[in-house]
């Protein structure tokens, strides 16, 4: 059995809150090591930034999702006890998700005609070598590669 | 390795919102495929179609799942700029998840007593060969069956 | 190909919704079975209960967490028909998912400086011999240990 290639992608963020389309960059990792066939676990390693799979054609969906999220979960409520200020960044990370698996088949990614990978950032902005931790990375590991 | 069988689910739905329990039909495919163990990612290639894991019992359940999650997130805002109407579904699809990963040990979905594999429907109906996509279909793709 | 093995880990809750790390327990499970390389699924056969990553450090975070949520989904609704009293708990399960899929490298699990694996309690409390389903256990399978 081949090993599980992990690649860190590096991602810098403009808002508090941004959906980033991260397909291509998966897709292209997926041709990199040629890997035919198995699973592409797509994850963040931070508690404020999350994965998930949505619409990539209309820019507007992104907008709709992050503003009713932020009506749904505003920055402050009067009992947050955590003294950073990102508990709704904390929350909607627990429901977005922090990961995303996605099957590769005949070294493509299968999603839906109007699906994309997206890295959501919930408490940016955070860059290479600035914001809070310091980079924004993405770990992508295929299992079981053909 | 065994390679990865991808095979797709074509499914009916009659509401706009909609739970369908697919346990029995991924199952099925399980013992078809003579999958003794692995894992089952159950996925939906749609943007406004969920998969969730939940009560199997008590309808009530579906129904007050789906009540609460409407009043939570209304089909109209007045901020919603995506024009189709439905940046609903898209949101309560992003919440649930296009995904669920579940292990298959001796032939069977591990599984709780209570639990089910459910479709969530969050823009239909829509059904096979008609509906804003043409047609519903799930894939259902197993990792390293044994 | 290894086998994959399923191990069942036994929780105890004391709060109706209580979030309780884990990622200690998955860590020695994975050193235990010399797992260096593959993916663990952590996931919960309840109904009421999910699986989330998130913050290891400060304990307010589940405190904003735990309360933000149950703000926006009570325990009460005029119009919840399910008669067990608990479909808030189905909901949260839900939308916070039953399980999460874990990365391992090295025999380490690949998680973030901040991230912890959490239990997360809906309809708690719930314990070895005694709650509603008897006991609240959790299953780590881990596909392709290497």
């Known amino acids: 059995m081949r090993n599980l290639p992990i690649i860190t992608l590096l991602l810098q ?7 980033l389309e991260i397909t291509d960059h998966v897709q292209r990792l997926v041709a990199q090591h040629q890997i035919q066939s198995g699973l592409a676990i797509v994850c963040v390693p931070h508690t404020t930034a999350a994965i998930t799979i949505n619409e990539n054609a209309d820019p507007d969906v992104k907008h709709d999702l992050l ?12 009992y947050y006890q955590h003294d950073e200020g990102n508990s709704d960044s904390h929350l909607k990370t627990a429901l977005i998700g922090n990961s995303a698996t996605v099957i ?8 839906g005609r109007w ?3 997206y890295f959501c950032e919930f408490d940016g902005p955070r860059g ?4 809070r931790f310091g980079k ?3 770990r992508g590991g295929k299992s079981n590669g053909d």
């Open 136 to 138: 924004a990375e993405k």
């Open 104 to 111: 590769i088949e005949r070294g493509q990614l299968v999603l």
């Open 67 to 78: 503003k009713k999220l932020d009506q749904l979960i505003p920055k402050s409520e009067t």
């Open 13 to 19: 963020t403009k808002s508090r809150n941004q959906m």
């Open 115 to 117: 699906q994309g990978i």
């Open 128 to 131: 290479i070598g600035k914001g």
